[in-house]
């Protein structure tokens, strides 16, 4: 592990992936920061580097080490390419804010987490969704499943620890909260966090572009819907 | 024009369309997917004389048996299969011309676990985020994104029946059977494991430091078992218990291919082709990537040790795994340039 001059470590991870940790806890500045420095990498179309994926507080770029330029070490070359990137200064979006809203019907068929969260919460179920739909909340970073987002900004009054138990069938669509954040399931997967409600809106479709309905950065408003207003707009 | 085309008659246990992978889309949480045994895919290809990027079917442990409606030409590479035609053993690992109407059965695996077949002008399925590689999860890629069923059509390359023929013309050393004609030549297995264990190369994780001095010990010193809830995504691993000291919860960050995750639960995971792209369980290891074909190789119940290895070496190895297919691979062009 090399510390680096200004504010990041990095590492390799296996023989084709390096690793650059700017914090180890969440920060919602941090994660700024990240997101829109992979942003400047992926412009910089390095050849050997295929995949660029920022996270909560980390960056990883995945390589082919068969197509390393000979004698490149690869820690140091993207230790040089992130501190080319961050000195040229990292663009802040420019206007406003890309922003989404998404429906959300909370009944307890599509939130089968709702009651227990009340309970554990101290909040009846009303009361989750009043604050669930009141904060502006922001998408942290996209993982785990194709168009999968985790989402930051929840109401600190909601937090909640994982499940003990994952579920091992999460609907598709699900909306899930732990940890501070909220996350939407793409697919009907296995999952470990409260699922409160459900959206009707494809979370990940290949046949629309762009493919995610979330990107970084992106700030999100959750909506409540009635039952019959999700049927009408399921297009599952 | 009449399409060119492959039907399924039985499945096989979990047989799917795969290429090199889904790569540049792990931004979008979009799993890399893939051959999980990229070396016998790669060979396979070039035996019929595609590229690389072609896609061929994943066969696992038992594969399907399917109805070649036009000649083909087709090559079997990985593990090796109880496969035949008309009742004649097909030879693996070498290119074998089907005459039309052959039936390809290919049986139960004697050794290894995954085979790849591979058909002269690739299977033609629509490519998704630049891959025709299947994810079943999320359903797409390959073949509607899901494993073959009994029933399947698959499309051939129209030019696929003249090309076959053409390039079967061009080879050196070759013999007539019932039913078809291969080569006296074959390549060999890269990828079959040999005796009961194999040993896989894996570099420190970057939370190895945080596992007590006996765990640390266990994980390199001991033997593992694959477990029978191990698929594309992942391996777990029964085997001695490990223990991560005091450090709290991680944040989610990315995952590679051969990452091996330890969770508090005592689980042991190693990231396989379909692996998620970010994940927050402390990270014990990361599997060379040049020993992941191999041990794609090992069915559940199979068992293996991690043997150390630094990350330069992990990349020699690479280095080293992909000059002697390219070795191969060029002699074969030759032949099919000829």
């Not at chain 2, 001095?213 to 995504?233: C, T």
Request: contains cysteine; positive net charge.
């Amino acid at each position: 592990m090399a510390a680096a001059r200004s504010g990041f470590s990095i590492f390799a991870i296996g023989d084709s992936a390096v690793l650059a940790e700017f914090g180890t806890s969440l920060d919602l500045d941090v994660n700024s920061r990240v997101q829109r420095l992979a942003q400047a990498v992926r412009a910089k179309d390095v050849p050997w580097i295929y995949d660029i994926v920022p996270a909560l507080g980390s960056l990883a770029l995945h390589f082919d080490p068969v197509r390393l330029p000979a004698g490149l070490d690869p820690v140091s070359a993207i230790e040089d390419l992130l501190q080319d990137c961050l000195r040229s200064g990292l663009r802040t979006p420019r206007g406003s804010v890309p922003s989404v809203e998404i429906p959300v019907c909370y009944d307890a068929e599509f939130g089968p987490d709702l009651a227990e969260a009340a309970g554990l919460l101290k909040l009846s179920v009303e009361a989750i969704v009043r604050r669930h739909v009141a904060s502006v909340h922001r998408v942290l970073m996209m993982g785990f499943a194709p168009g999968q987002p985790y989402i930051g900004g929840l109401d600190a009054k909601l937090a909640l620890p994982r499940r003990a138990t994952p579920r091992t069938r999460v609907a598709a669509g699900s909306i899930a909260i732990a940890n501070a954040q909220t996350a939407v399931y793409p697919f009907e997967i296995s999952g470990g966090w409260n699922v409160i409600g459900r959206t009707p809106l494809r979370v990940f479709d290949v046949t629309r572009e762009p493919a995610a309905l979330f990107a970084p950065g992106m700030q999100v408003r959750f909506v409540a819907i009635t039952r019959a207003e999700f049927e009408r707009r399921c297009t599952r | 024009m009449h399409a060119v085309t492959l039907r399924v008659l039985r499945p096989g246990l979990h047989t799917t369309v795969q290429d090199l992978g889904r790569h540049g889309s792990q931004h979008l949480g979009v799993v890399p997917c893939g051959a999980m045994d990229a070396v016998a895919h790669r060979m396979a290809n070039a035996l019929v004389g595609n590229g690389a990027d072609a896609a061929a079917l994943e066969c696992t442990v038992i594969g399907p048996e399917l109805l070649f409606e036009q000649a083909a030409l087709v090559a079997l590479c990985g593990a090796a299969f109880e496969a035949t035609i008309a009742g004649a053993a097909l030879p693996q690992n070498r290119p074998v011309l089907l005459a039309a109407g052959a039936r390809l059965r290919i049986g139960r695996t004697l050794r290894g676990a995954r085979g790849y077949l591979a058909v002269t002008g690739g299977i033609c399925v629509p490519a998704v985020l630049g891959s025709r590689s299947t994810y079943v999860p999320a359903a797409f890629g390959g073949l509607e994104g899901r494993a073959l069923r009994a029933g399947d059509t698959l499309t051939l390359d129209a030019a696929a029946p003249a090309l076959s023929a053409a390039r079967f013309s061009r080879l050196e050393n070759t013999r007539t059977a019932a039913g078809f004609a291969s080569t006296a030549w074959q390549v060999s297995a890269m990828t079959l494991p040999r005796g009961d264990s194999i040993s896989v190369r894996a570099m420190e994780g970057r939370h190895y430091a945080q596992f007590d001095a006996a765990s640390r010990r266990a994980f390199f010193g001991e033997s593992w078992r694959i477990s029978q809830d191990s698929n594309r995504m992942g391996y777990r691993l029964a085997g001695p218990a490990l223990v991560r000291r005091g450090a709290g919860d991680l944040l989610s960050e990315p995952t590679c291919l051969g990452t091996v995750q330890a969770p508090s639960d005592g689980s042991v995971i190693v990231l396989m082709a379909d692996h998620q792209t970010t994940g927050g369980y402390p990270k014990i290891a990361e599997v060379a990537g040049a020993d992941v074909p191999l041990l794609s190789q090992v069915a559940p119940g199979g068992m293996l040790r991690f043997e150390r290895c630094s990350v330069e070496a992990a990349r020699e190895a690479l280095r080293r795994q992909h000059a002697t297919i390219d070795t191969i691979v060029n002699s074969i062009n030759l032949q099919y340039r000829s």
